[in-house]
């Protein structure tokens, strides 16, 4: 029928490694930061405080989101004993706190790990910040 031979200019593709993503973001953050600042836009990185923690914002600029936290924060059903209750709540409002989300992202993160009667119980009830929540 054809000619089979392989074609002769064939191009590996290697992607980078994590480490070289991480430098590359790290370098492009502190690009654009030096950008904003000439620009009288300095960008904005500290932590949201207690106030503005419960607002949406349009955008927050330095959130970060763990790799693999099924492995951090287990499943909570709801038949866990109150202890064990109060671990999860505080795993999850330290992982939440050092990884500075914002509510909408805690409640669904929250909402990803509840299962069963958890899960059924959360879908009845409405939460306007992350304190209505906690309580």
């Not at 064939?10 to 980078?16: C, E, L, R, S």
């Not at 939440?96 to 989300?101: E, L, P, V, Y």
């Not at 009667?117 to 409405?126: D, I, L, N, Q």
Request: hydrophobic fraction near 30%.
């Amino acid at each position: 029928m054809g000619d089979h031979t392989p074609p002769t200019n064939i191009q590996h593709i290697q992607a980078p490694t994590y480490n070289e993503l991480f430098n590359l973001a790290q370098s492009l953050k502190s690009r654009l930061e030096l950008l904003e600042k000439n620009a009288g836009n300095p960008v904005t990185t500290q932590p949201p405080t207690q106030q503005t923690e419960n607002s949406v914002p349009h955008t927050y600029s330095d959130y970060r989101m763990l790799p693999d936290l099924n492995r951090t924060v287990p499943e909570f059903t709801g038949h866990e004993s109150s202890c064990a209750a109060e671990d999860w709540l505080s795993t999850v409002d330290a992982l939440a706190g050092i990884n500075n989300w914002p509510t909408p992202y805690r409640l669904q993160f929250v909402k990803s790990n509840m299962m069963n009667a958890a899960r059924s119980w959360y879908h009845t009830e409405v939460f306007t910040d992350w304190s209505d929540f906690k309580v």
